[in-house]
Antibody, heavy 118, light 110 residues
Framework: QVQLQESGPGLVKPSETLSLTCTVSGGSVNNNFWSWIRQPAGKGLEWIGRVYYTGSTNYNPSLNSRVTMSVDTSTNQFSLNLRSVTAADTAVYYC????????????WGQGALVTVSS | QSALTQPASVSGSPGQSITISCTGTSSDVGGRNFVSWYQHHPGKAPKLMIYAVTNRPSGVPDRFSGSKSGNTASLTISGLQAEDEADYYCSSYTHSDTKIFGGGTKLTVL
């Protein structure tokens, strides 16, 4: 059974960088896309982007200038960096797996609340 | 890119069928066959119910079905059950290989 677990600071100061890591267990990062999705309190889901196991990426155009995603096949982890954060970036951040040609994410982490505040 | 359009809420009685619509454009829903539907209970991770417009992942009951016509995709739940009460989100990839979500629909089982 594939499991994903987000990890990282729960509190980030404005203008700093939000960094999260997702650890994949029960399966390999190879041959899949790995996504980050977030949900601000009381709002809907927002796709942040995805990284293929080869390192190829696609980002939400509205976040493209601030986002970097990467994958480490040796540790079975992938990561998210979101620069210059503001209070608007406060949300629950989910990592998820997306098999090729599915267009949908079948395994999700439990979610990590990240608050941007001084 | 704008969010896909979903009704804010739908409701139905146990045993009934309901349909949730998801309207986009020819650049996303209408032009790609990568529409997915998620069930989201508050405080839990979203669950994939439909992928690639009509496909159900293993373990999803066949009461859930997906379809698409033009720029609008639909999720139909037949034989409504109390545990189906949740928020439902559609998503689609665009021609630029970016993904957009709908605003979400709150399903109430009366």
């Amino acid at each position: 059974q594939v499991q994903l677990q987000e990890s990282g600071p729960g509190l980030v100061k404005p203008s700093e960088t939000l960094s999260l890591t997702c650890t994949v267990s029960g399966g390999s990062v190879n041959n899949n896309f790995w996504s980050w999705i977030r949900q601000p309190a009381g709002k809907g889901l927002e796709w942040i982007g995805r990284v293929y196991y080869t390192g190829s990426t696609n980002y939400n155009p509205s976040l493209n200038s601030r986002v970097t995603m990467s994958v480490d096949t040796s540790t079975n982890q992938f990561s998210l960096n979101l620069r210059s954060v503001t209070a608007a970036d406060t949300a629950v951040y989910y990592c998820a797996r997306e098999p090729p040609h599915w267009g949908g994410s079948d395994y999700w982490g439990q979610g990590a609340l990240v608050t941007v505040s001084s | 890119q704008s969010a896909l359009t979903q009704p804010a809420s739908v409701s139905g009685s146990p045993g009934q069928s309901i349909t949730i619509s998801c309207t986009g454009t020819s650049s996303d829903v209408g032009g790609r066959n990568f529409v997915s539907w998620y069930q989201h209970h508050p405080g839990k991770a979203p669950k994939l119910m439909i992928y690639a417009v009509t496909n159900r992942p293993s373990g999803v009951p066949d009461r859930f079905s997906g379809s698409k016509s033009g720029n609008t995709a639909s999720l139909t739940i037949s034989g409504l059950q109390a545990e189906d009460e949740a928020d439902y989100y559609c998503s689609s990839y665009t021609h630029s290989d970016t993904k957009i979500f709908g605003g979400g629909t709150k399903l109430t089982v009366l």
